[in-house]
């Protein structure tokens, strides 16, 4: 491992033990049952560790982390349910306010400073081609929302007639799930926004492998501790073998995701690889989280114990990016085409 490849891993670990001392699980699940996002101490805090800055250029103060960082910073977000509002803004505001400005938007550049600041908070609202609404996680107080639809990208403010936003009940509760519509001021974003799109793609797929793999060591600490029958659970068969099962399912996840950073580093990822993955990897995250409640027992579905914090995460990123069926068609149609076969959609 070269000097740089450990000084990396040292930044993820201590980002990682710095997580874990702000987000406590016993304060998530709180919020959680208030249905309440990260109040200000904590997402001052957070702002503080530098998220916001992660895929900002170096010239506008960011630290424009290369894509390996970036999925192995997304991944310790995911194993501490770091706030989901904090992906969007991490990942689409910021860069899509740092493009802005490159090109010369001026109101941009104090934006994206106020942003780095902790003066300004925002999120991000992925629209689905043709879509006109979706569900979008915003943090206390936001005033700007960067609207993602497909390729293109657009930064605007909540309090004009732009977009209209909605607070909603959602799956992952106390994350500040709201419903973003276009309103009748909304045009067409226009920004070029493919990597900032790609950026966020690679952090959602990082940030359900590290929920689902902080869940599979939760598991193995569980069952070489829990005894029934006069021996630790994790000596019966059906337990070990599911361990190994989340195992192996998690370790296709992290090699494939491992290709697909290398993959946009050399400027070689195609869609096939990035819709395949976007199936894959939800897919495996939920299987996982699925066999740490049932490793867990009777305790693994209470809320006390926490373990659908993880789910519900993973859950909601799966849906996110099209959800189990349409991920999988979507994946099949690519291929199929790209073997020259006739589809029906």
Same mark, same amino acid.
């Given at each position: 491992?070269?000097?740089?490849?450990?000084?990396?891993?040292?930044?993820?670990?201590?980002?990682?033990?710095?997580?874990?001392?702000?987000?406590?699980?016993?304060?998530?699940?709180?919020?959680?049952?208030?249905?309440?996002?990260?109040?200000?101490?904590t997402g001052g805090s957070l702002l503080g560790l530098g998220w916001s800055s992660i895929a900002v250029p170096d010239a506008?103060?960011?630290?424009?982390?290369?894509?390996?960082?970036?999925?192995?910073?997304?991944?310790?977000?995911?194993?501490?349910? !770091? &706030?989901? +509002?904090?992906?969007?803004? #991490?990942?689409?505001?910021?860069?899509?306010? %740092?493009? =802005?400005?490159?090109? @010369? *938007?001026?109101?941009?550049?104090?934006?994206?400073?106020?942003?780095?600041?902790?003066?300004?908070r925002g999120g991000a609202a992925v629209f689905a081609p043709g879509v006109d609404r979706?569900?979008?996680? !915003? &943090?206390? +107080?936001?005033?700007?929302? #960067?609207?993602?639809?497909?390729?293109?990208? %657009?930064? =605007?403010?909540?309090? @004009? *007639?732009a977009v209209d936003v909605e607070p909603v009940l959602g799956l992952d509760p106390g994350q500040g799930a709201s419903l973003v519509r276009f309103g009748p001021g909304a045009s067409d974003p226009r920004t070029p926004a493919a990597e900032i799109h790609r950026r966020w793609l690679v952090a959602s797929l990082a940030e359900a492998f590290g929920a689902a793999q902080r869940c599979l060591e939760l598991s193995c600490q569980?069952?070489?501790?829990?005894?029934q029958f006069g021996a630790k659970i994790v000596t019966f068969q059906a337990v070990s073998h599911r361990l190994a099962e989340m195992a192996v399912e998690l370790e296709a996840s992290d090699?494939?995701?491992?290709?697909?950073?290398?993959?946009?580093?050399?400027?070689?990822?195609?869609?096939?690889?990035?819709?395949?993955?976007?199936?894959?990897?939800?897919?495996?995250?939920?299987?996982?989280?699925?066999?740490?409640?049932?490793?867990?027992g009777g305790a693994g579905f209470t809320w006390e114990l926490g373990l659908h914090l993880?789910?519900?995460?993973?859950?909601?990123?799966?849906?996110?990016?099209?959800?189990?069926s349409e991920s999988a068609r979507r994946?099949?149609?690519?291929?199929?085409?790209?073997?020259g076969a006739g589809t029906n959609d």
């Open positions: 491992m070269t000097t740089v490849e450990l000084e990396e891993l040292e930044l993820a670990r201590a980002m990682d033990a710095a997580l874990e001392g702000l987000l406590r699980i016993p304060s998530l699940l709180e919020a959680a049952a208030a249905d309440r996002p990260d109040d200000a101490d506008l103060g960011g630290l424009e982390l290369p894509w390996h960082q970036v999925a192995r910073l997304a991944a310790v977000g995911g194993r501490r349910l !770091l &706030p989901s +509002a904090m992906r969007g803004e #991490a990942f689409v505001l910021a860069p899509a306010l %740092a493009a =802005l400005a490159q090109a @010369g *938007d001026s109101k941009s550049g104090e934006w994206l400073d106020s942003l780095l600041a902790g003066e300004v979706c569900v979008a996680h !915003l &943090p206390p +107080a936001a005033q700007l929302v #960067a609207c993602l639809r497909g390729d293109r990208v %657009a930064v =605007l403010e909540l309090d @004009g *007639d569980y069952a070489t501790e829990r005894m090699a494939g995701i491992g290709r697909l950073v290398a993959g946009l580093h050399q400027g070689e990822v195609g869609e096939q690889l990035l819709l395949a993955l976007s199936h894959s990897i939800p897919a495996a995250a939920r299987s996982v989280c699925e066999g740490a409640i049932q490793v867990h993880y789910y519900r995460r993973v859950l909601t990123i799966q849906q996110e990016l099209g959800g189990p994946a099949g149609v690519n291929y199929m085409a790209s073997m």
